[in-house]
């Protein structure tokens, strides 16, 4: 398996601009995960998935911030306006729920945003 | 609920010298652990976990964990450090061990190897 793939790698855009991030998450995992890491605030957890679903957005920081899950292969997370405080590395994992045979996240490479 | 706390977000070691980072995690059920590391410019990299069974843990490049319920601790240690070592680690907790598990993470430890 080629693991967690996010694109774009890198991305630079000018405010007020819609910036989209991809994420494809590991074949068979039921669960997606959205971060968002600063040096300020760390690692912070944006939204998740389980089954396509979204289960929790608490952590999306505006309406400026959406994410859709339409299949089990494919998510985004749309930033729209794009203002330069949302310059960050994003980050998207996925996982298989399992109880004792929980694994943990895998996470991908992540995206490094830069909103000029 | 659920909470992981790592003690020093800066850890500084010789070459050759012991690793120790400190976790200490907050969980009403037995938790299943976690610690992974972050390259610069990479994504996390799971180094190991404990689930159930043996409380010492061997993850990759050398290190290991020991769970501790007693002390409510996973410290990640290694016996001598390499320049390829630094990188950010972060311990994470579960408690979710049913069909949701999410984790949370800690603020993130970050190991400086000095020559």
């Known amino acids: 398996d080629a693991g967690v793939i996010q694109s774009p790698r890198h991305e630079v855009t000018e405010m007020g601009q819609e910036v989209t991030l991809r994420c494809k998450p590991i074949?068979?995992?039921?669960?997606l995960f959205w971060y968002r890491q600063t040096m300020m605030r760390g690692l912070e957890l944006l939204i998740y998935?389980?089954?396509?679903?979204?289960?929790?957005d608490s952590g999306m920081p505006e309406d400026r911030f959406s994410a859709k899950m339409p299949n089990a292969s494919f998510s985004t997370l749309k930033i729209q306006p794009s203002e330069p405080r949302d310059s960050a590395v994003y980050f998207c994992?996925?996982?298989?729920?399992?109880?004792?045979?929980?694994?943990?996240?895998?996470f991908g490479s992540g995206t490094r945003l830069t909103v000029v | 609920a659920q909470s992981v706390t790592q003690l020093g977000s800066h850890v500084s070691v010789s070459e050759g010298a012991l690793v120790l980072l400190r976790c200490n995690y907050s969980?009403?059920?037995?938790?299943?652990l976690f610690w992974y590391v972050q390259y610069p410019n990479q994504g996390l990299q799971l180094l190991l976990k404990?689930?159930?069974?043996?409380?010492l843990v061997k993850g990759i490049n050398g290190f290991e964990a020991e769970f501790k319920k007693s002390e409510t601790s996973f410290h990640l240690t290694k016996p001598s450090a390499h320049m390829s070592d630094a990188a950010e680690y972060f311990c994470?907790?579960?408690?979710?061990?049913?069909?949701?598990?999410?984790?949370?993470f800690g603020t993130g430890t970050r190991l400086q190897v000095t020559l």
């Open positions: 074949s068979g995992h039921d669960y």
């Open positions: 994992a996925s996982s298989l729920s399992g109880g004792r045979n929980f694994y943990g996240y895998t």
């Open positions: 969980s009403s059920v037995p938790p299943y």
């Open positions: 998935f389980n089954n396509n679903v979204p289960i929790d």
């Open positions: 994470a907790v579960t408690s979710d061990t049913g069909t949701a598990s999410k984790l949370t």
């Open positions: 404990y689930t159930t069974g043996a409380t």
